[in-house]
């Protein structure tokens, strides 16, 4: 196979989960790392648009598509060498390209504990530093240690470690901005056939253990997807539910001051979790159903997921257009109700809220 198709006027939405977005101008699909710095380099040469996809779990892509040119990731490939720093630990090197739900099983198969919280998670490995990609007490950051990128603005590829990246709560120094391309990712994983920690109090109930515990880590990794599969969030193309781009916002993170007036508006109680800074995470799919926004409420055709309040869907036939102002309207409610503005998790193209 060719390592580099090309094609006009190809349509995007096929190639986002949400099944939304109209064509880009051109589609470039790259399965060698060689190639795909050189195509990002031709195109800034040309000062043409570009817009690097990879699994496309967490695009909202406009209905007018891209006025240039999309470069979409498939290099393949993985290393695993010793840490030298750590004689319990390994270092595994893995191409942008891999699809991550699949890395995490055979990590898992491996021994090798330290993302086996991050199973079901659709979207490819050099996608998840972005937006430091985390669930049930796990974060991508906790385990990367650096990732290689082509840096568009010196034309260059460089080398970030864990520091560098500055990871936080759905975050990097690469989310919301295209000056990286992100080659690979290096994580330090712990030779173990048990779990790290388990620190998620929903997973911890369906293991059957206690907070702080560990557990058989390919159990903990069928636990994680199946917790997933009942709130929509793994891909199933017989569940309408999963026609979405997984958490459309983030939890809210309050200071104490803005917690305590969120209380004032609220007489019962609601999910808050302890933020090490001080300030309290607050559940968002509380607030969105609170706000009378319950699973399964419908706009047309997009909808609220009938099994988890923070999922968007594409019901069949929607425009991004639409999908939108189903998300402005609940941002705007749970505004309105509790003085609490949501942000969009997913990366916006060509829209905003």
């Not at 049930?136 to 590829?157: F, K, M, P």
């Not at 069949?316 to 003085?339: C, H, N, S, Y």
């Amino acid at each position: 196979m060719d390592p580099v198709r090309v094609s006009d006027h190809a349509p995007l939405a096929p190639l986002t989960t949400l099944r939304l977005g109209g064509p880009a101008k051109r589609l470039v699909t790259a399965e060698r790392e060689a190639e795909l710095v050189d195509i990002v380099r031709e195109v800034d040469r040309r000062k043409d648009a570009l817009l690097v996809i990879g699994g496309g779990s967490n695009l909202v892509v406009s209905d007018n598509g891209w006025d240039g040119t999309v470069v979409r990731i498939g290099t393949r490939g993985r290393t695993v060498a010793p840490d030298p720093g750590d004689a319990d630990r390994v270092l595994v090197t893995v191409q942008a390209g891999e699809p991550w739900d699949d890395l995490v099983g055979s990590l898992v198969d491996d021994g090798l504990a330290g993302v086996e919280c991050l199973a079901g998670i659709p979207g490819l490995a050099g996608a998840t530093p972005m937006q430091n990609v985390g669930a049930y007490g796990q974060d991508v950051g906790d385990t990367i240690v650096s990732l290689r990128a082509l840096d568009r603005a010196r034309g260059e590829i460089v080398t970030f470690d864990r520091a560098a990246c500055g990871f936080a709560y759905r975050s990097s120094v690469f989310r919301g901005k295209d000056r990286h391309v992100i080659l690979d990712v290096t994580f330090a994983l712990r030779q173990s056939r048990e779990s790290t920690p388990i620190k998620y109090t929903e997973l911890a109930r369906a293991l059957g253990v206690q907070e702080g515990d560990r557990a058989p880590l390919d159990e903990v990794c069928r636990t994680v997807t199946a917790l997933r599969r009942k709130k929509g969030m793994v891909l199933d193309p017989s569940d309408p539910d999963t026609t979405s781009a997984g958490s459309f916002f983030t939890n809210p993170i309050l200071t104490p001051d803005e917690l305590a007036r969120l209380r004032t508006r609220v007489n019962v109680e609601f999910p808050v979790f302890a933020e090490s800074d001080g300030r309290a995470k607050v559940s968002a799919g509380w607030l969105i159903e609170h706000a009378g926004f319950p699973k399964g409420y419908a706009a047309g055709r997009v909808a609220v997921s009938s099994k988890h309040a923070l999922a968007l869907t594409n019901r069949g036939g929607a425009t991004t257009t639409e999908l939108v102002a189903l998300a402005r309207k609940i941002r705007d409610g749970v505004q309105q109700r509790f003085g609490v503005t949501l942000e969009n998790e997913p990366v916006f193209v060509g829209v905003s809220l």
